[in-house]
């Protein structure tokens, strides 16, 4: 049977060249000087690492083509214009079905660039495969006065409680606030499952160490403690690209980091639109290296749960 992928691929001819960038000099980030260009720019230059974290997978952007600030729109429907890019057709949770983005290549990445896409969002699962979830994304986010030294040592307490399971992860600076900790699964599990495990891996933790962690979404209680927010685990749920610029002041880049990396992070927006392309040129070695080559899933837990 042909994928759900290839058929709307033949039925929609996609041109291959990149498409023209138009207002150039467009500020974005108004109070960092940074256009149009610089944006189209940066994305040139890092589209060989951005790809292979969105390609063939629904994909939500953030666009904002009055800059930062203005207006900006979370994007998920193909919309008029779009030619380079590829879509699948989903069902919606309304039950209706709906034209999704999915970014194959460097034009479809060059033309949501050129429609002012700042930030770039994919599922944990592939459009070929919408139901089967490939990552778990753990987002922790910190509520008001919790210092960015409490939130690296969650993430490295929530990495070992996951090396207990057997489960192999994977550090993220998001370029926010935040850390983001995230588990491949190979071969992926349901979202069901992937759901069931998010969220009690998120309570029992919050469970047990409540002075420092919650799992409710309930902004009011969050002082002084961290959000474990499993809710990026599901169907239709993104979370942010590593590489993705973040629009948010001076054009922070959500970084992926080995975890030795973790002890020197500074702060979850400590790269840039400025700095991390001559970074990923002098880089030895992605810290992500194999990280779709590890075989493990949620078929341990599954049984003792
Ligand atoms: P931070 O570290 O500052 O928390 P973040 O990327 O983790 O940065 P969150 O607000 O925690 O930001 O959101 C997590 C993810 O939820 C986002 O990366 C995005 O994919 C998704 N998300 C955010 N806003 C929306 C929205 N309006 N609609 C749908 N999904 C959203
Ligand atoms: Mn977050
Ligand atoms: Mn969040």
Redesign the pocket.
């Known amino acids: 049977a042909r994928s759900r992928t290839s058929r709307s691929a033949a039925a929609r001819a996609r041109p291959s060249g990149l498409p023209t960038l138009s207002s150039p000099d467009k500020l974005l980030f108004p109070d960092a000087g940074i256009t149009k260009q610089d944006v189209w720019d940066y994305y040139a230059a890092i589209s060989e690492y951005l790809l292979p974290e969105i390609a063939g997978r629904p994909l939500?952007v953030i666009r904002c083509p009055g800059g930062i600030g203005q207006d900006c729109f979370?994007q998920k429907h193909l919309t008029a214009g779009l030619e380079r890019v590829s879509t699948v057709r989903l069902k919606e949770e309304s039950g209706r079905n709906a034209h999704y983005l999915v970014v194959e290549d460097e034009a479809g990445l060059m033309e949501l660039v050129q429609f002012n896409t700042i930030e770039f969002?994919p599922w944990g699962a592939h459009a070929a495969d919408p139901d089967v979830a490939d990552r778990v994304v753990f987002?922790?986010?910190p509520g008001e006065g919790v210092p960015f030294d409490e939130i690296k040592r969650a993430a490295a307490d929530i990495r070992k409680l996951l090396e207990r399971l057997e489960l192999e992860s994977f550090l993220r600076a998001?370029?926010?606030?935040?850390?983001?900790v995230v588990v491949p699964l190979n071969p992926g599990c349901d979202w069901d499952l992937t759901k069931r495990f998010a969220r009690g891996f998120a309570e029992a933790l919050a469970q047990s160490q409540p002075d420092r962690f919650l799992a409710t979404a309930t902004k009011s209680k969050r002082s002084k403690r961290i959000f474990i927010?499993y809710l990026?685990n599901g169907r239709g749920?993104?979370?942010?690209a590593s590489y993705s610029l973040?629009g948010r002041p001076d054009a922070p880049v959500?970084m992926p980091l080995a975890w030795r990396e973790l002890s020197k992070l500074p702060a979850?927006n400590a790269f840039g639109l400025a700095d991390v392309p001559a970074r990923l040129r002098r880089r030895r070695k992605d810290p992500w290296e194999g990280i779709d080559r590890i075989r493990q899933n949620l078929a341990r837990w599954a049984k003792g749960n």
């Open positions: 939500s979370f969002h987002d922790l986010d998001s370029g926010g606030k935040g850390l983001h927010d990026r749920a993104t979370a942010v973040r959500a979850a």
